[in-house]
């Protein structure tokens, strides 16, 4: 295992530990619990929380996304791990201004539970608290049996969407609307060119051939649909998108957002390649892009590999996903 | 190879290709040739030009860098190869608004050749030019002879410094001394895990053992200091900073910016747990952090490892390197 670590058990502390170093002004912890992540500038004005959570190892997934115009605290887990019903809860509690709390999180069973766990800790203390459960990798279950699918890098959109609709105040109910509107929209498919290595484990959880790859592998190794020889870039993007197009589908005439995901150790170079093929594809289909999110948003450590998600537009998904946002990880401008 | 790619021969050609349908708002290119990157609204008002270069396979750097608050314009090289002269001066033409353009770039032989004989093309055209080299890498090159260190991640500050005072409209003349300043207050050293592989040749340029690092190595793979076992991540930071601190000097109560960033396969988590222990032996030398920069800043494509370097501040620098900036690749808010 060739990392640049301290002690492999402590991975996960040790970076919060560097997070909060770096990042003072922008994010802190309570519950004297470095998991418990929430925005140093919490609103005060009655608007809907925002929570997330999920295991380390993702960065800037999940607590990446935490800042302005975006969510409020994330409950960090151990690398691949759930965080704790307790830590979901206190981060809870510290960012409902009485309005209510909105759960976003990926479709993992761990953080199923324990999400639904802290939900009845908050009915106990009056706080109102609703779950958005995305899964949106199209390797990951058949059409029809949307709902087991895995959560992956399109999580971001639906964050996007759900935090700005917050910040103008809306309701727990209007907040929830948009975020399961932005999530029925999106859609992902992933590829891998090499595992990653737990650090407390040590060792890669799977091997792949010197000229190997995997289309539709989940972000901690979930097997996908098919090994094959690496592709070419053009190859690959049919690969993943006629896959993804005709899921929704998404249909000529539809403006989309699309992601460019890496996984950790695939340079910034190949993405732009694959986003040259992507994007060819896409206007041959008629398909228009609205905006393009190329980099590091979802990453699986040092795995070699990507994803591309698309998110379908109407007006309001698309003002949405417009707003500016700031966090120590991810900015945008207004679209 | 594992790459994702169309052809070996076209690696930097399909990377631009991809950049420009991905930015076509932000970046353009001129003389019909796709190496010759510009930024799509180019100063009128008789700002100084500044203009960088260098090979491909750095992305974030060098183009990445072209953009509001920032570069002007972008000669790009193949993966690891200086741009041609020609090219240099036909960015050096469209960005030149009558004022003058400053050059920054790596020590590297061939683009201090390729950029010397732009200007002697330029001087023909009446347009004048200046030279600012980088060179920060204290790994390349003993104290006493700074001339010819390699110049690395650390030219990101005096690009930042250059060209918010360039915004300023300041003279060519004020704009080099900021510039020279800056290079002149920054130092870096590396590290890397695992080598690169240039597409064209598909083949390590050379090879570390399973449980070896080396120190001190530049991005292209050039020769570091020392080879040894993996550290533990306070050792490295450690072994880093004493070369790092000394050098200038740095001392006690100095203001200084921090980059901790990654060459490409290493994950922003390992990146945050070096920071923690930079960020404590900062302390421990009572010099002051006043922003930290943390990710991938300067790669080399999917090598393993990273860097640290420091920025020296006095309030003239401070005020630069706060200005906010926002190309497609890297954004701030004013610090």
């Known amino acids: 295992m060739k990392k640049i670590l301290n002690d492999p058990q402590n991975f996960a502390i040790d970076t919060l530990k560097g997070i909060y170093a770096a990042h003072p002004d922008s ?3 309570v519950n004297d619990d470095l998991h418990c992540l929430v925005k140093t500038n919490l609103s005060d004005k009655g608007k809907v929380g925002i929570v997330t959570g999920g295991g380390s190892g993702h960065l800037p997934l999940f607590l990446g996304y935490v800042g302005e115009g975006l969510l409020d605290g994330c409950a960090v887990g151990d690398v691949f791990q759930s965080p704790s ?6 981060i809870t509690k510290a960012v409902n201004s009485g309005n209510g709390v ?8 761990g953080d199923i539970m324990n999400f639904e766990m802290s939900s009845d800790i908050a009915e106990m203390e009056d706080i109102k608290t609703d779950h958005l459960v995305c899964g949106e990798d199209v390797a990951s279950s058949i059409k029809g049996e949307e709902h087991k699918r895995r959560g992956v890098a399109g999580i971001f959109f639906v964050y996007k969407c759900a935090s700005a609709k917050a910040d103008e105040l809306a309701s727990l109910e209007e907040v929830k609307r948009i975020g399961v509107k932005a ?9 891998a060119l090499s595992p990653c290595i737990i650090p407390e484990v040590g060792k890669p959880s799977f091997t792949l051939k010197d000229d190997e790859m995997e289309i539709g592998m989940g ?3 979930e097997p996908g649909i098919e090994r094959t020889k690496v592709m070419p870039a053009k190859e690959l993007a049919h690969a993943l998108l006629d896959r993804i197009v005709i899921d929704l589908p998404y249909e000529k005439g539809d403006e989309v957002c699309l992601m460019v995901n890496g996984l950790g150790a695939t340079p910034l170079e190949e993405l732009y390649i694959i986003f040259g093929e992507v994007s060819e594809y896409l206007k041959e289909k008629g398909i228009k892009v609205f905006h393009t999110f190329i980099g590091e948003m979802a990453t699986s450590m040092e795995m070699a590999g990507g994803s591309v998600t698309l998110l379908k537009l109407d007006d309001e998904l698309k003002s949405l ?10 900015s945008q401008k207004n679209l």
């Open 219 to 221: 972000i901690h190794g």
């Open 85 to 90: 019903s307790e830590q979901i809860f206190e």
């Open 27 to 29: 994010l802190t912890y």
């Open 183 to 191: 999530a029925a929209n999106v859609r992902t498919m992933g590829f």
């Open 321 to 330: 996903v417009s707003k500016s946002c700031s966090t120590p990880f991810y």
């Open 102 to 109: 909105l759960y976003i999180y990926g479709n993992y069973s």
